[in-house]
């Protein structure tokens, strides 16, 4: 597609529910990642998926919180047992990867509200 | 780590005001550096890069930053801001390496200009 998609644009889910994240990258980029923005703050890292390497999981919070991506396509990010603390935008992105001068293109993001 | 400070969590100008968002970051080697914007409901997108050469930089819509290595900042600048630049400015580093390709983003500097 033209740029990175990302459903749900919008979620409100009750808590202790789980919830599931569906992105989409531009074709062709090898590279994906998930980050995540409370409100107030940056975007935190939360992982990395490059090709058919083993992702980086280091920004994972917790263990609820598992992603998979099948092979250079779709990912998605799987909060399980939802918190309060897990309402944030959570934003996937794209890159051709390495070289580490690959710019990253973003998705609108998808708004997560637990309550 | 890396890390990335932005100085300034909320700019207010006028029309036709000078810009400039101070931007510090924290590395241990040569880095890449990238300013991204967000306009009110749209996606994250790049305003302007930072890889090697010439430490003046010039993006889309008149902005440039000039990176200073030895103050480790790459600050955001426009001569004359347009009501159209009100958005949320992200400074964001990741190190030069051929295994570095996590971005680090400071926290953000939300900028209003009214007409």
């Known amino acids: 597609g033209a740029g990175v998609s990302q459903s749900p644009s919008n979620k409100v889910t009750e808590k202790g529910k789980d919830v599931e994240l569906r992105c989409d990258p531009i074709?062709?980029?090898?590279?994906l990642y998930w980050y995540r923005q409370r409100l107030g703050q940056g975007l935190e890292f939360l992982i990395y998926?490059?090709?058919?390497?083993?992702?980086?999981k280091s920004g994972l919070p917790s263990d609820r919180f598992s992603a998979e991506r099948t092979g250079e396509s779709v990912s998605t990010l799987t909060i399980q047992r939802t918190q309060q603390e897990d309402s944030a935008v959570y934003l996937c992105?794209?890159?051709?990867?390495?070289?580490?001068?690959?710019?990253?293109?973003f998705g609108e993001g998808s708004w997560l509200t637990v309550v | 780590a890396q890390s990335v400070s932005q100085h300034n969590h909320h700019v207010i100008l006028s029309e036709a005001a000078s810009l400039e968002l101070g931007c510090n970051y924290s590395y241990g080697g040569t880095v890449n550096l990238f300013w991204y914007v967000q306009y009110p409901g749209q996606h994250l997108q790049l305003l302007l890069k930072y890889f090697s050469g010439d430490p003046l930089v010039k993006g889309i819509k008149g902005f440039e930053a000039e990176f200073i290595k030895s103050k480790f900042s790459f600050n955001l600048r426009k001569p004359s801001v347009q009501w159209s630049d009100t958005a949320e400015y992200f400074c964001a580093v990741r190190g030069n390496g051929g295994s570095n390709y996590k971005l680090t983003f400071g926290k953000g500097t939300l900028l209003t200009v009214n007409p």
């Open positions: 998926f490059q090709g058919n390497s083993a992702p980086d």
């Open positions: 074709s062709g980029h090898t590279a």
């Open positions: 992105a794209s890159s051709l990867g390495l070289p580490a001068g690959n710019t990253i293109y």
